[in-house]
T-cell receptor, first 112, second 112 residues
Framework: DVKVTQSSRYLVKRTGEKVFLECVQD?????MFWYRQDPGLGLRLIYF???????EKGDIPEGYSVSREKKERFSLILESASTNQTSMYLC???????????FGPGTRLTVT | AQTVTQSQPEMSVQEAETVTLSCTYD???????LFWYKQPPSRQMILVIR??????QNATENRFSVNFQKAAKSFSLKISDSQLGDAAMYFC?????????FGTGTSLTVIP
C-alpha cells in the first residue's frame, strides 16, 4: 500500500514562529503536493513539486515556501506564522500524469 | 481556467437508500481524469472512484458509480444501498497533467 505520512497530526504555534510541516511518501512518486483545507473552500493548492529540487506555485503560495531535497520528502515552511494560517494541511503524492493522488492524514495547525 | 463545482454543500440519505452527489467542471482540455474522493471524519482522504475522459463507459466500484456526461461537463456520484460508513465529506476532482483541481466538497450524512 502507498503510504504518505505527515510529521504531526496536531500542531499549535505562536504568531511569528517559523513552522515546518514534513511529508514523506514511500512509493517513489515524482509528484508531491501541499494543500490547505478550510470549511467551505475545499482544498486549495499551495505548492507542488514534480521532481527533486523542483517546485511550482499553486493557487495560494503567499506566506509559504517549500523544500524538496529528496524524492520522498516534501516540506512546507511557514516563514512567519500568522493566525490566518490556522488550517488543516494535507500532503499528497502521485505518479506522473493523470493518476490519482494519495493523501497523508493531515496536520491541523493552530496559530495563536 | 479549470474549475470544479459541487453545488450541494450538504446531503443526507436514509440507510439502504440511494443518493447522488453532483459535480460539474470547466475545462478546455479533451484528455483528463475525474475522481471522487472520500474524507471520513478525522480520517484520511481516500479515492472512491475514477473516470478517464476518453472512456464513454461510466466507472463503477461496487456500490459506487458515476454518471459522466462529457459534453455537459458533469460527473455525478451515485451511492447505492447507503451504509453508515459512507458518512463523510466527498470531493470531486479533475486532473490534467500534473495539476489537480478540487471542488468545495459535499458533506454526506447517513440517517439510520
Amino acid at each position: 500500500d502507498v503510504k504518505v505520512t505527515q510529521s504531526s497530526r496536531y500542531l499549535v504555534k505562536r504568531t511569528g514562529e517559523k513552522v515546518f510541516l514534513e511529508c514523506v511518501q514511500d512509493m517513489d512518486h515524482e509528484n508531491m503536493f501541499w494543500y490547505r483545507q478550510d470549511p467551505g473552500l475545499g482544498l486549495r493548492l499551495i505548492y507542488f513539486s514534480y521532481d527533486v529540487k523542483m517546485k511550482e506555485k499553486g493557487d495560494i503560495p503567499e506566506g509559504y515556501s517549500v523544500s524538496r531535497e529528496k524524492k520522498e520528502r516534501f516540506s512546507l515552511i511557514l516563514e512567519s506564522a500568522s493566525t490566518n494560517q490556522t488550517s488543516m494541511y494535507l500532503c499528497a503524492s502521485s505518479p506522473p500524469d493523470r493518476d490519482e493522488q494519495y493523501f497523508g492524514p493531515g496536520t491541523r495547525l493552530t496559530v495563536t | 481556467a479549470q474549475t470544479v463545482t459541487q453545488s450541494q454543500p450538504e446531503m443526507s440519505v436514509q440507510e439502504a437508500e440511494t443518493v447522488t452527489l453532483s459535480c460539474t467542471y470547466d475545462t478546455s482540455e479533451s484528455d483528463y481524469y475525474l475522481f471522487w474522493y472520500k474524507q471520513p471524519p478525522s480520517r484520511q482522504m481516500i479515492l472512491v472512484i475514477r473516470q478517464e475522459a476518453y472512456k464513454q463507459q461510466n466507472a463503477t466500484e461496487n456500490r459506487f458509480s458515476v454518471n459522466f456526461q462529457k459534453a455537459a461537463k458533469s460527473f455525478s456520484l451515485k451511492i447505492s444501498d447507503s451504509q453508515l460508513g459512507d458518512a463523510a465529506m466527498y470531493f470531486c476532482a479533475y486532473n490534467t497533467g500534473n495539476q489537480f483541481y478540487f471542488g468545495t466538497g459535499t458533506s454526506l450524512t447517513v440517517i439510520p
